[in-house]
């Protein structure tokens, strides 16, 4: 892993492309370079700030910390610390310039329809070139939320309809697992910072929402662990008494998941360092309800309101 130093200092990146990178609001990066002096960004002559990839590297530094419970004070003591000494923090990931996304020849449900084509004809390279095919044109969230997610609806549903048989949903299902499995051991792995395990309540065997979640998470950074579908809760605490994860998410789809979590909130609370539960699925997407009666954090219908609502909390504690 390398030194916070090693990378790019050229100013080339404004405050809203920071946030969108780190996750930290421009009123906060303000009031830390006031009060700490931790960044001296480039300052154009209209005002606006302009920040280089090193700056980007040690507010990651920063903020996974923060989120593991430290104070942004000793955080910076432990920083003025290592530069007394001439030496620097090391990075948390692996400098990756964003690849240029070019112009879709085509809208994304169109690419969930020509993957659902694939997928039901058993043509796994076909399936997997379209699969690469859309990265090119759209980033890792948009190809879940509206080329995965909605092709899978399709075969859910011509399975409901009889038009597909259980055979076809299921070896569909197994494609796509192995593209998001190459993609999560593709990502650097964080070790660092607040740790958010991941996967299915018990008895939920479906688990393409949770490792999509999973994936964006690993993505955006964060110490994460996928630990796949059907988690006792016994297990669960068992395993929180050893790893102490600050939020536990799980998927729920279905009302046995649901019930059998009715008290699991309950039991973190009494673990050392009470970690949080948190929840999502298609349940709640269809019983608005039952978001009241199961204790713990409902994150949002979306991968994106997902990852919206873990951050506020790491961040600020709330949702």
């Not at 058993?122 to 997997?128: D, I, K, L, S």
């Not at 298609?282 to 009666?293: H, W």
Request: glycine share 6%; proline share 7%.
């Amino acid at each position: 892993m390398s030194q916070i130093d090693s990378y790019p200092t050229e100013p080339e990146f404004t405050i809203k492309a920071v946030q969108h990178r780190t996750g930290i609001k421009p009123v906060t990066l303000r009031a830390w370079e006031r009060r700490y002096s931790l960044l001296e960004p480039v300052r154009l002559p209209n005002g606006y700030r302009l920040y280089s990839e090193r700056d980007i590297q040690l507010l990651l530094w920063v903020q996974r910390r923060v989120d593991s419970g430290i104070s942004i004070s000793q955080v910076v003591q432990q920083y003025n610390q290592i530069r007394e000494k001439g030496a620097w923090p090391e990075s948390i990931q692996t400098y990756s310039p964003a690849k240029p996304r070019k112009q879709p020849p085509r809208p994304a449900r169109h690419y969930a329809e020509i993957m659902f084509g694939a997928l039901v004809a058993h043509n796994e390279v076909r399936a997997a070139a379209i699969f690469e095919e859309s990265q090119i044109y759209f980033d890792l969230l948009t190809i879940f939320q509206e080329i995965i997610q909605p092709a899978l609806a399709l075969l859910e549903e011509s399975w409901y309809l009889g038009d597909i048989p259980i055979a076809t949903r299921h070896m569909a299902t197994v494609v796509l697992k192995g593209r998001l499995s190459g993609i999560m051991q593709g990502l650097p792995t964080i070790k660092e910072g607040a740790l958010i395990l991941v996967g299915g309540g018990p008895e939920e065997m479906y688990e393409m929402d949770a490792m999509m979640l999973s994936v964006l998470l690993r993505q955006s950074n964060y110490h994460v662990e996928y630990l796949g579908p059907d988690l006792p809760t016994e297990d669960l605490i068992d395993y929180s008494k050893i790893a102490r994860p600050k939020l536990i998410c799980l998927a729920v789809n279905s009302e046995p998941t649901s019930f059998l979590l009715r008290n699991f909130s309950k039991q973190l609370s009494a673990i050392r360092g009470k970690p949080k539960f948190a929840y999502f699925g298609r349940y709640f997407e269809q019983n608005n309800d039952n978001e009241e009666a199961l204790p713990g954090v409902y994150l949002g219908s979306s991968l994106k309101t997902n990852l919206e609502s873990i951050r506020r909390y790491l961040t600020m504690g709330v949702v």
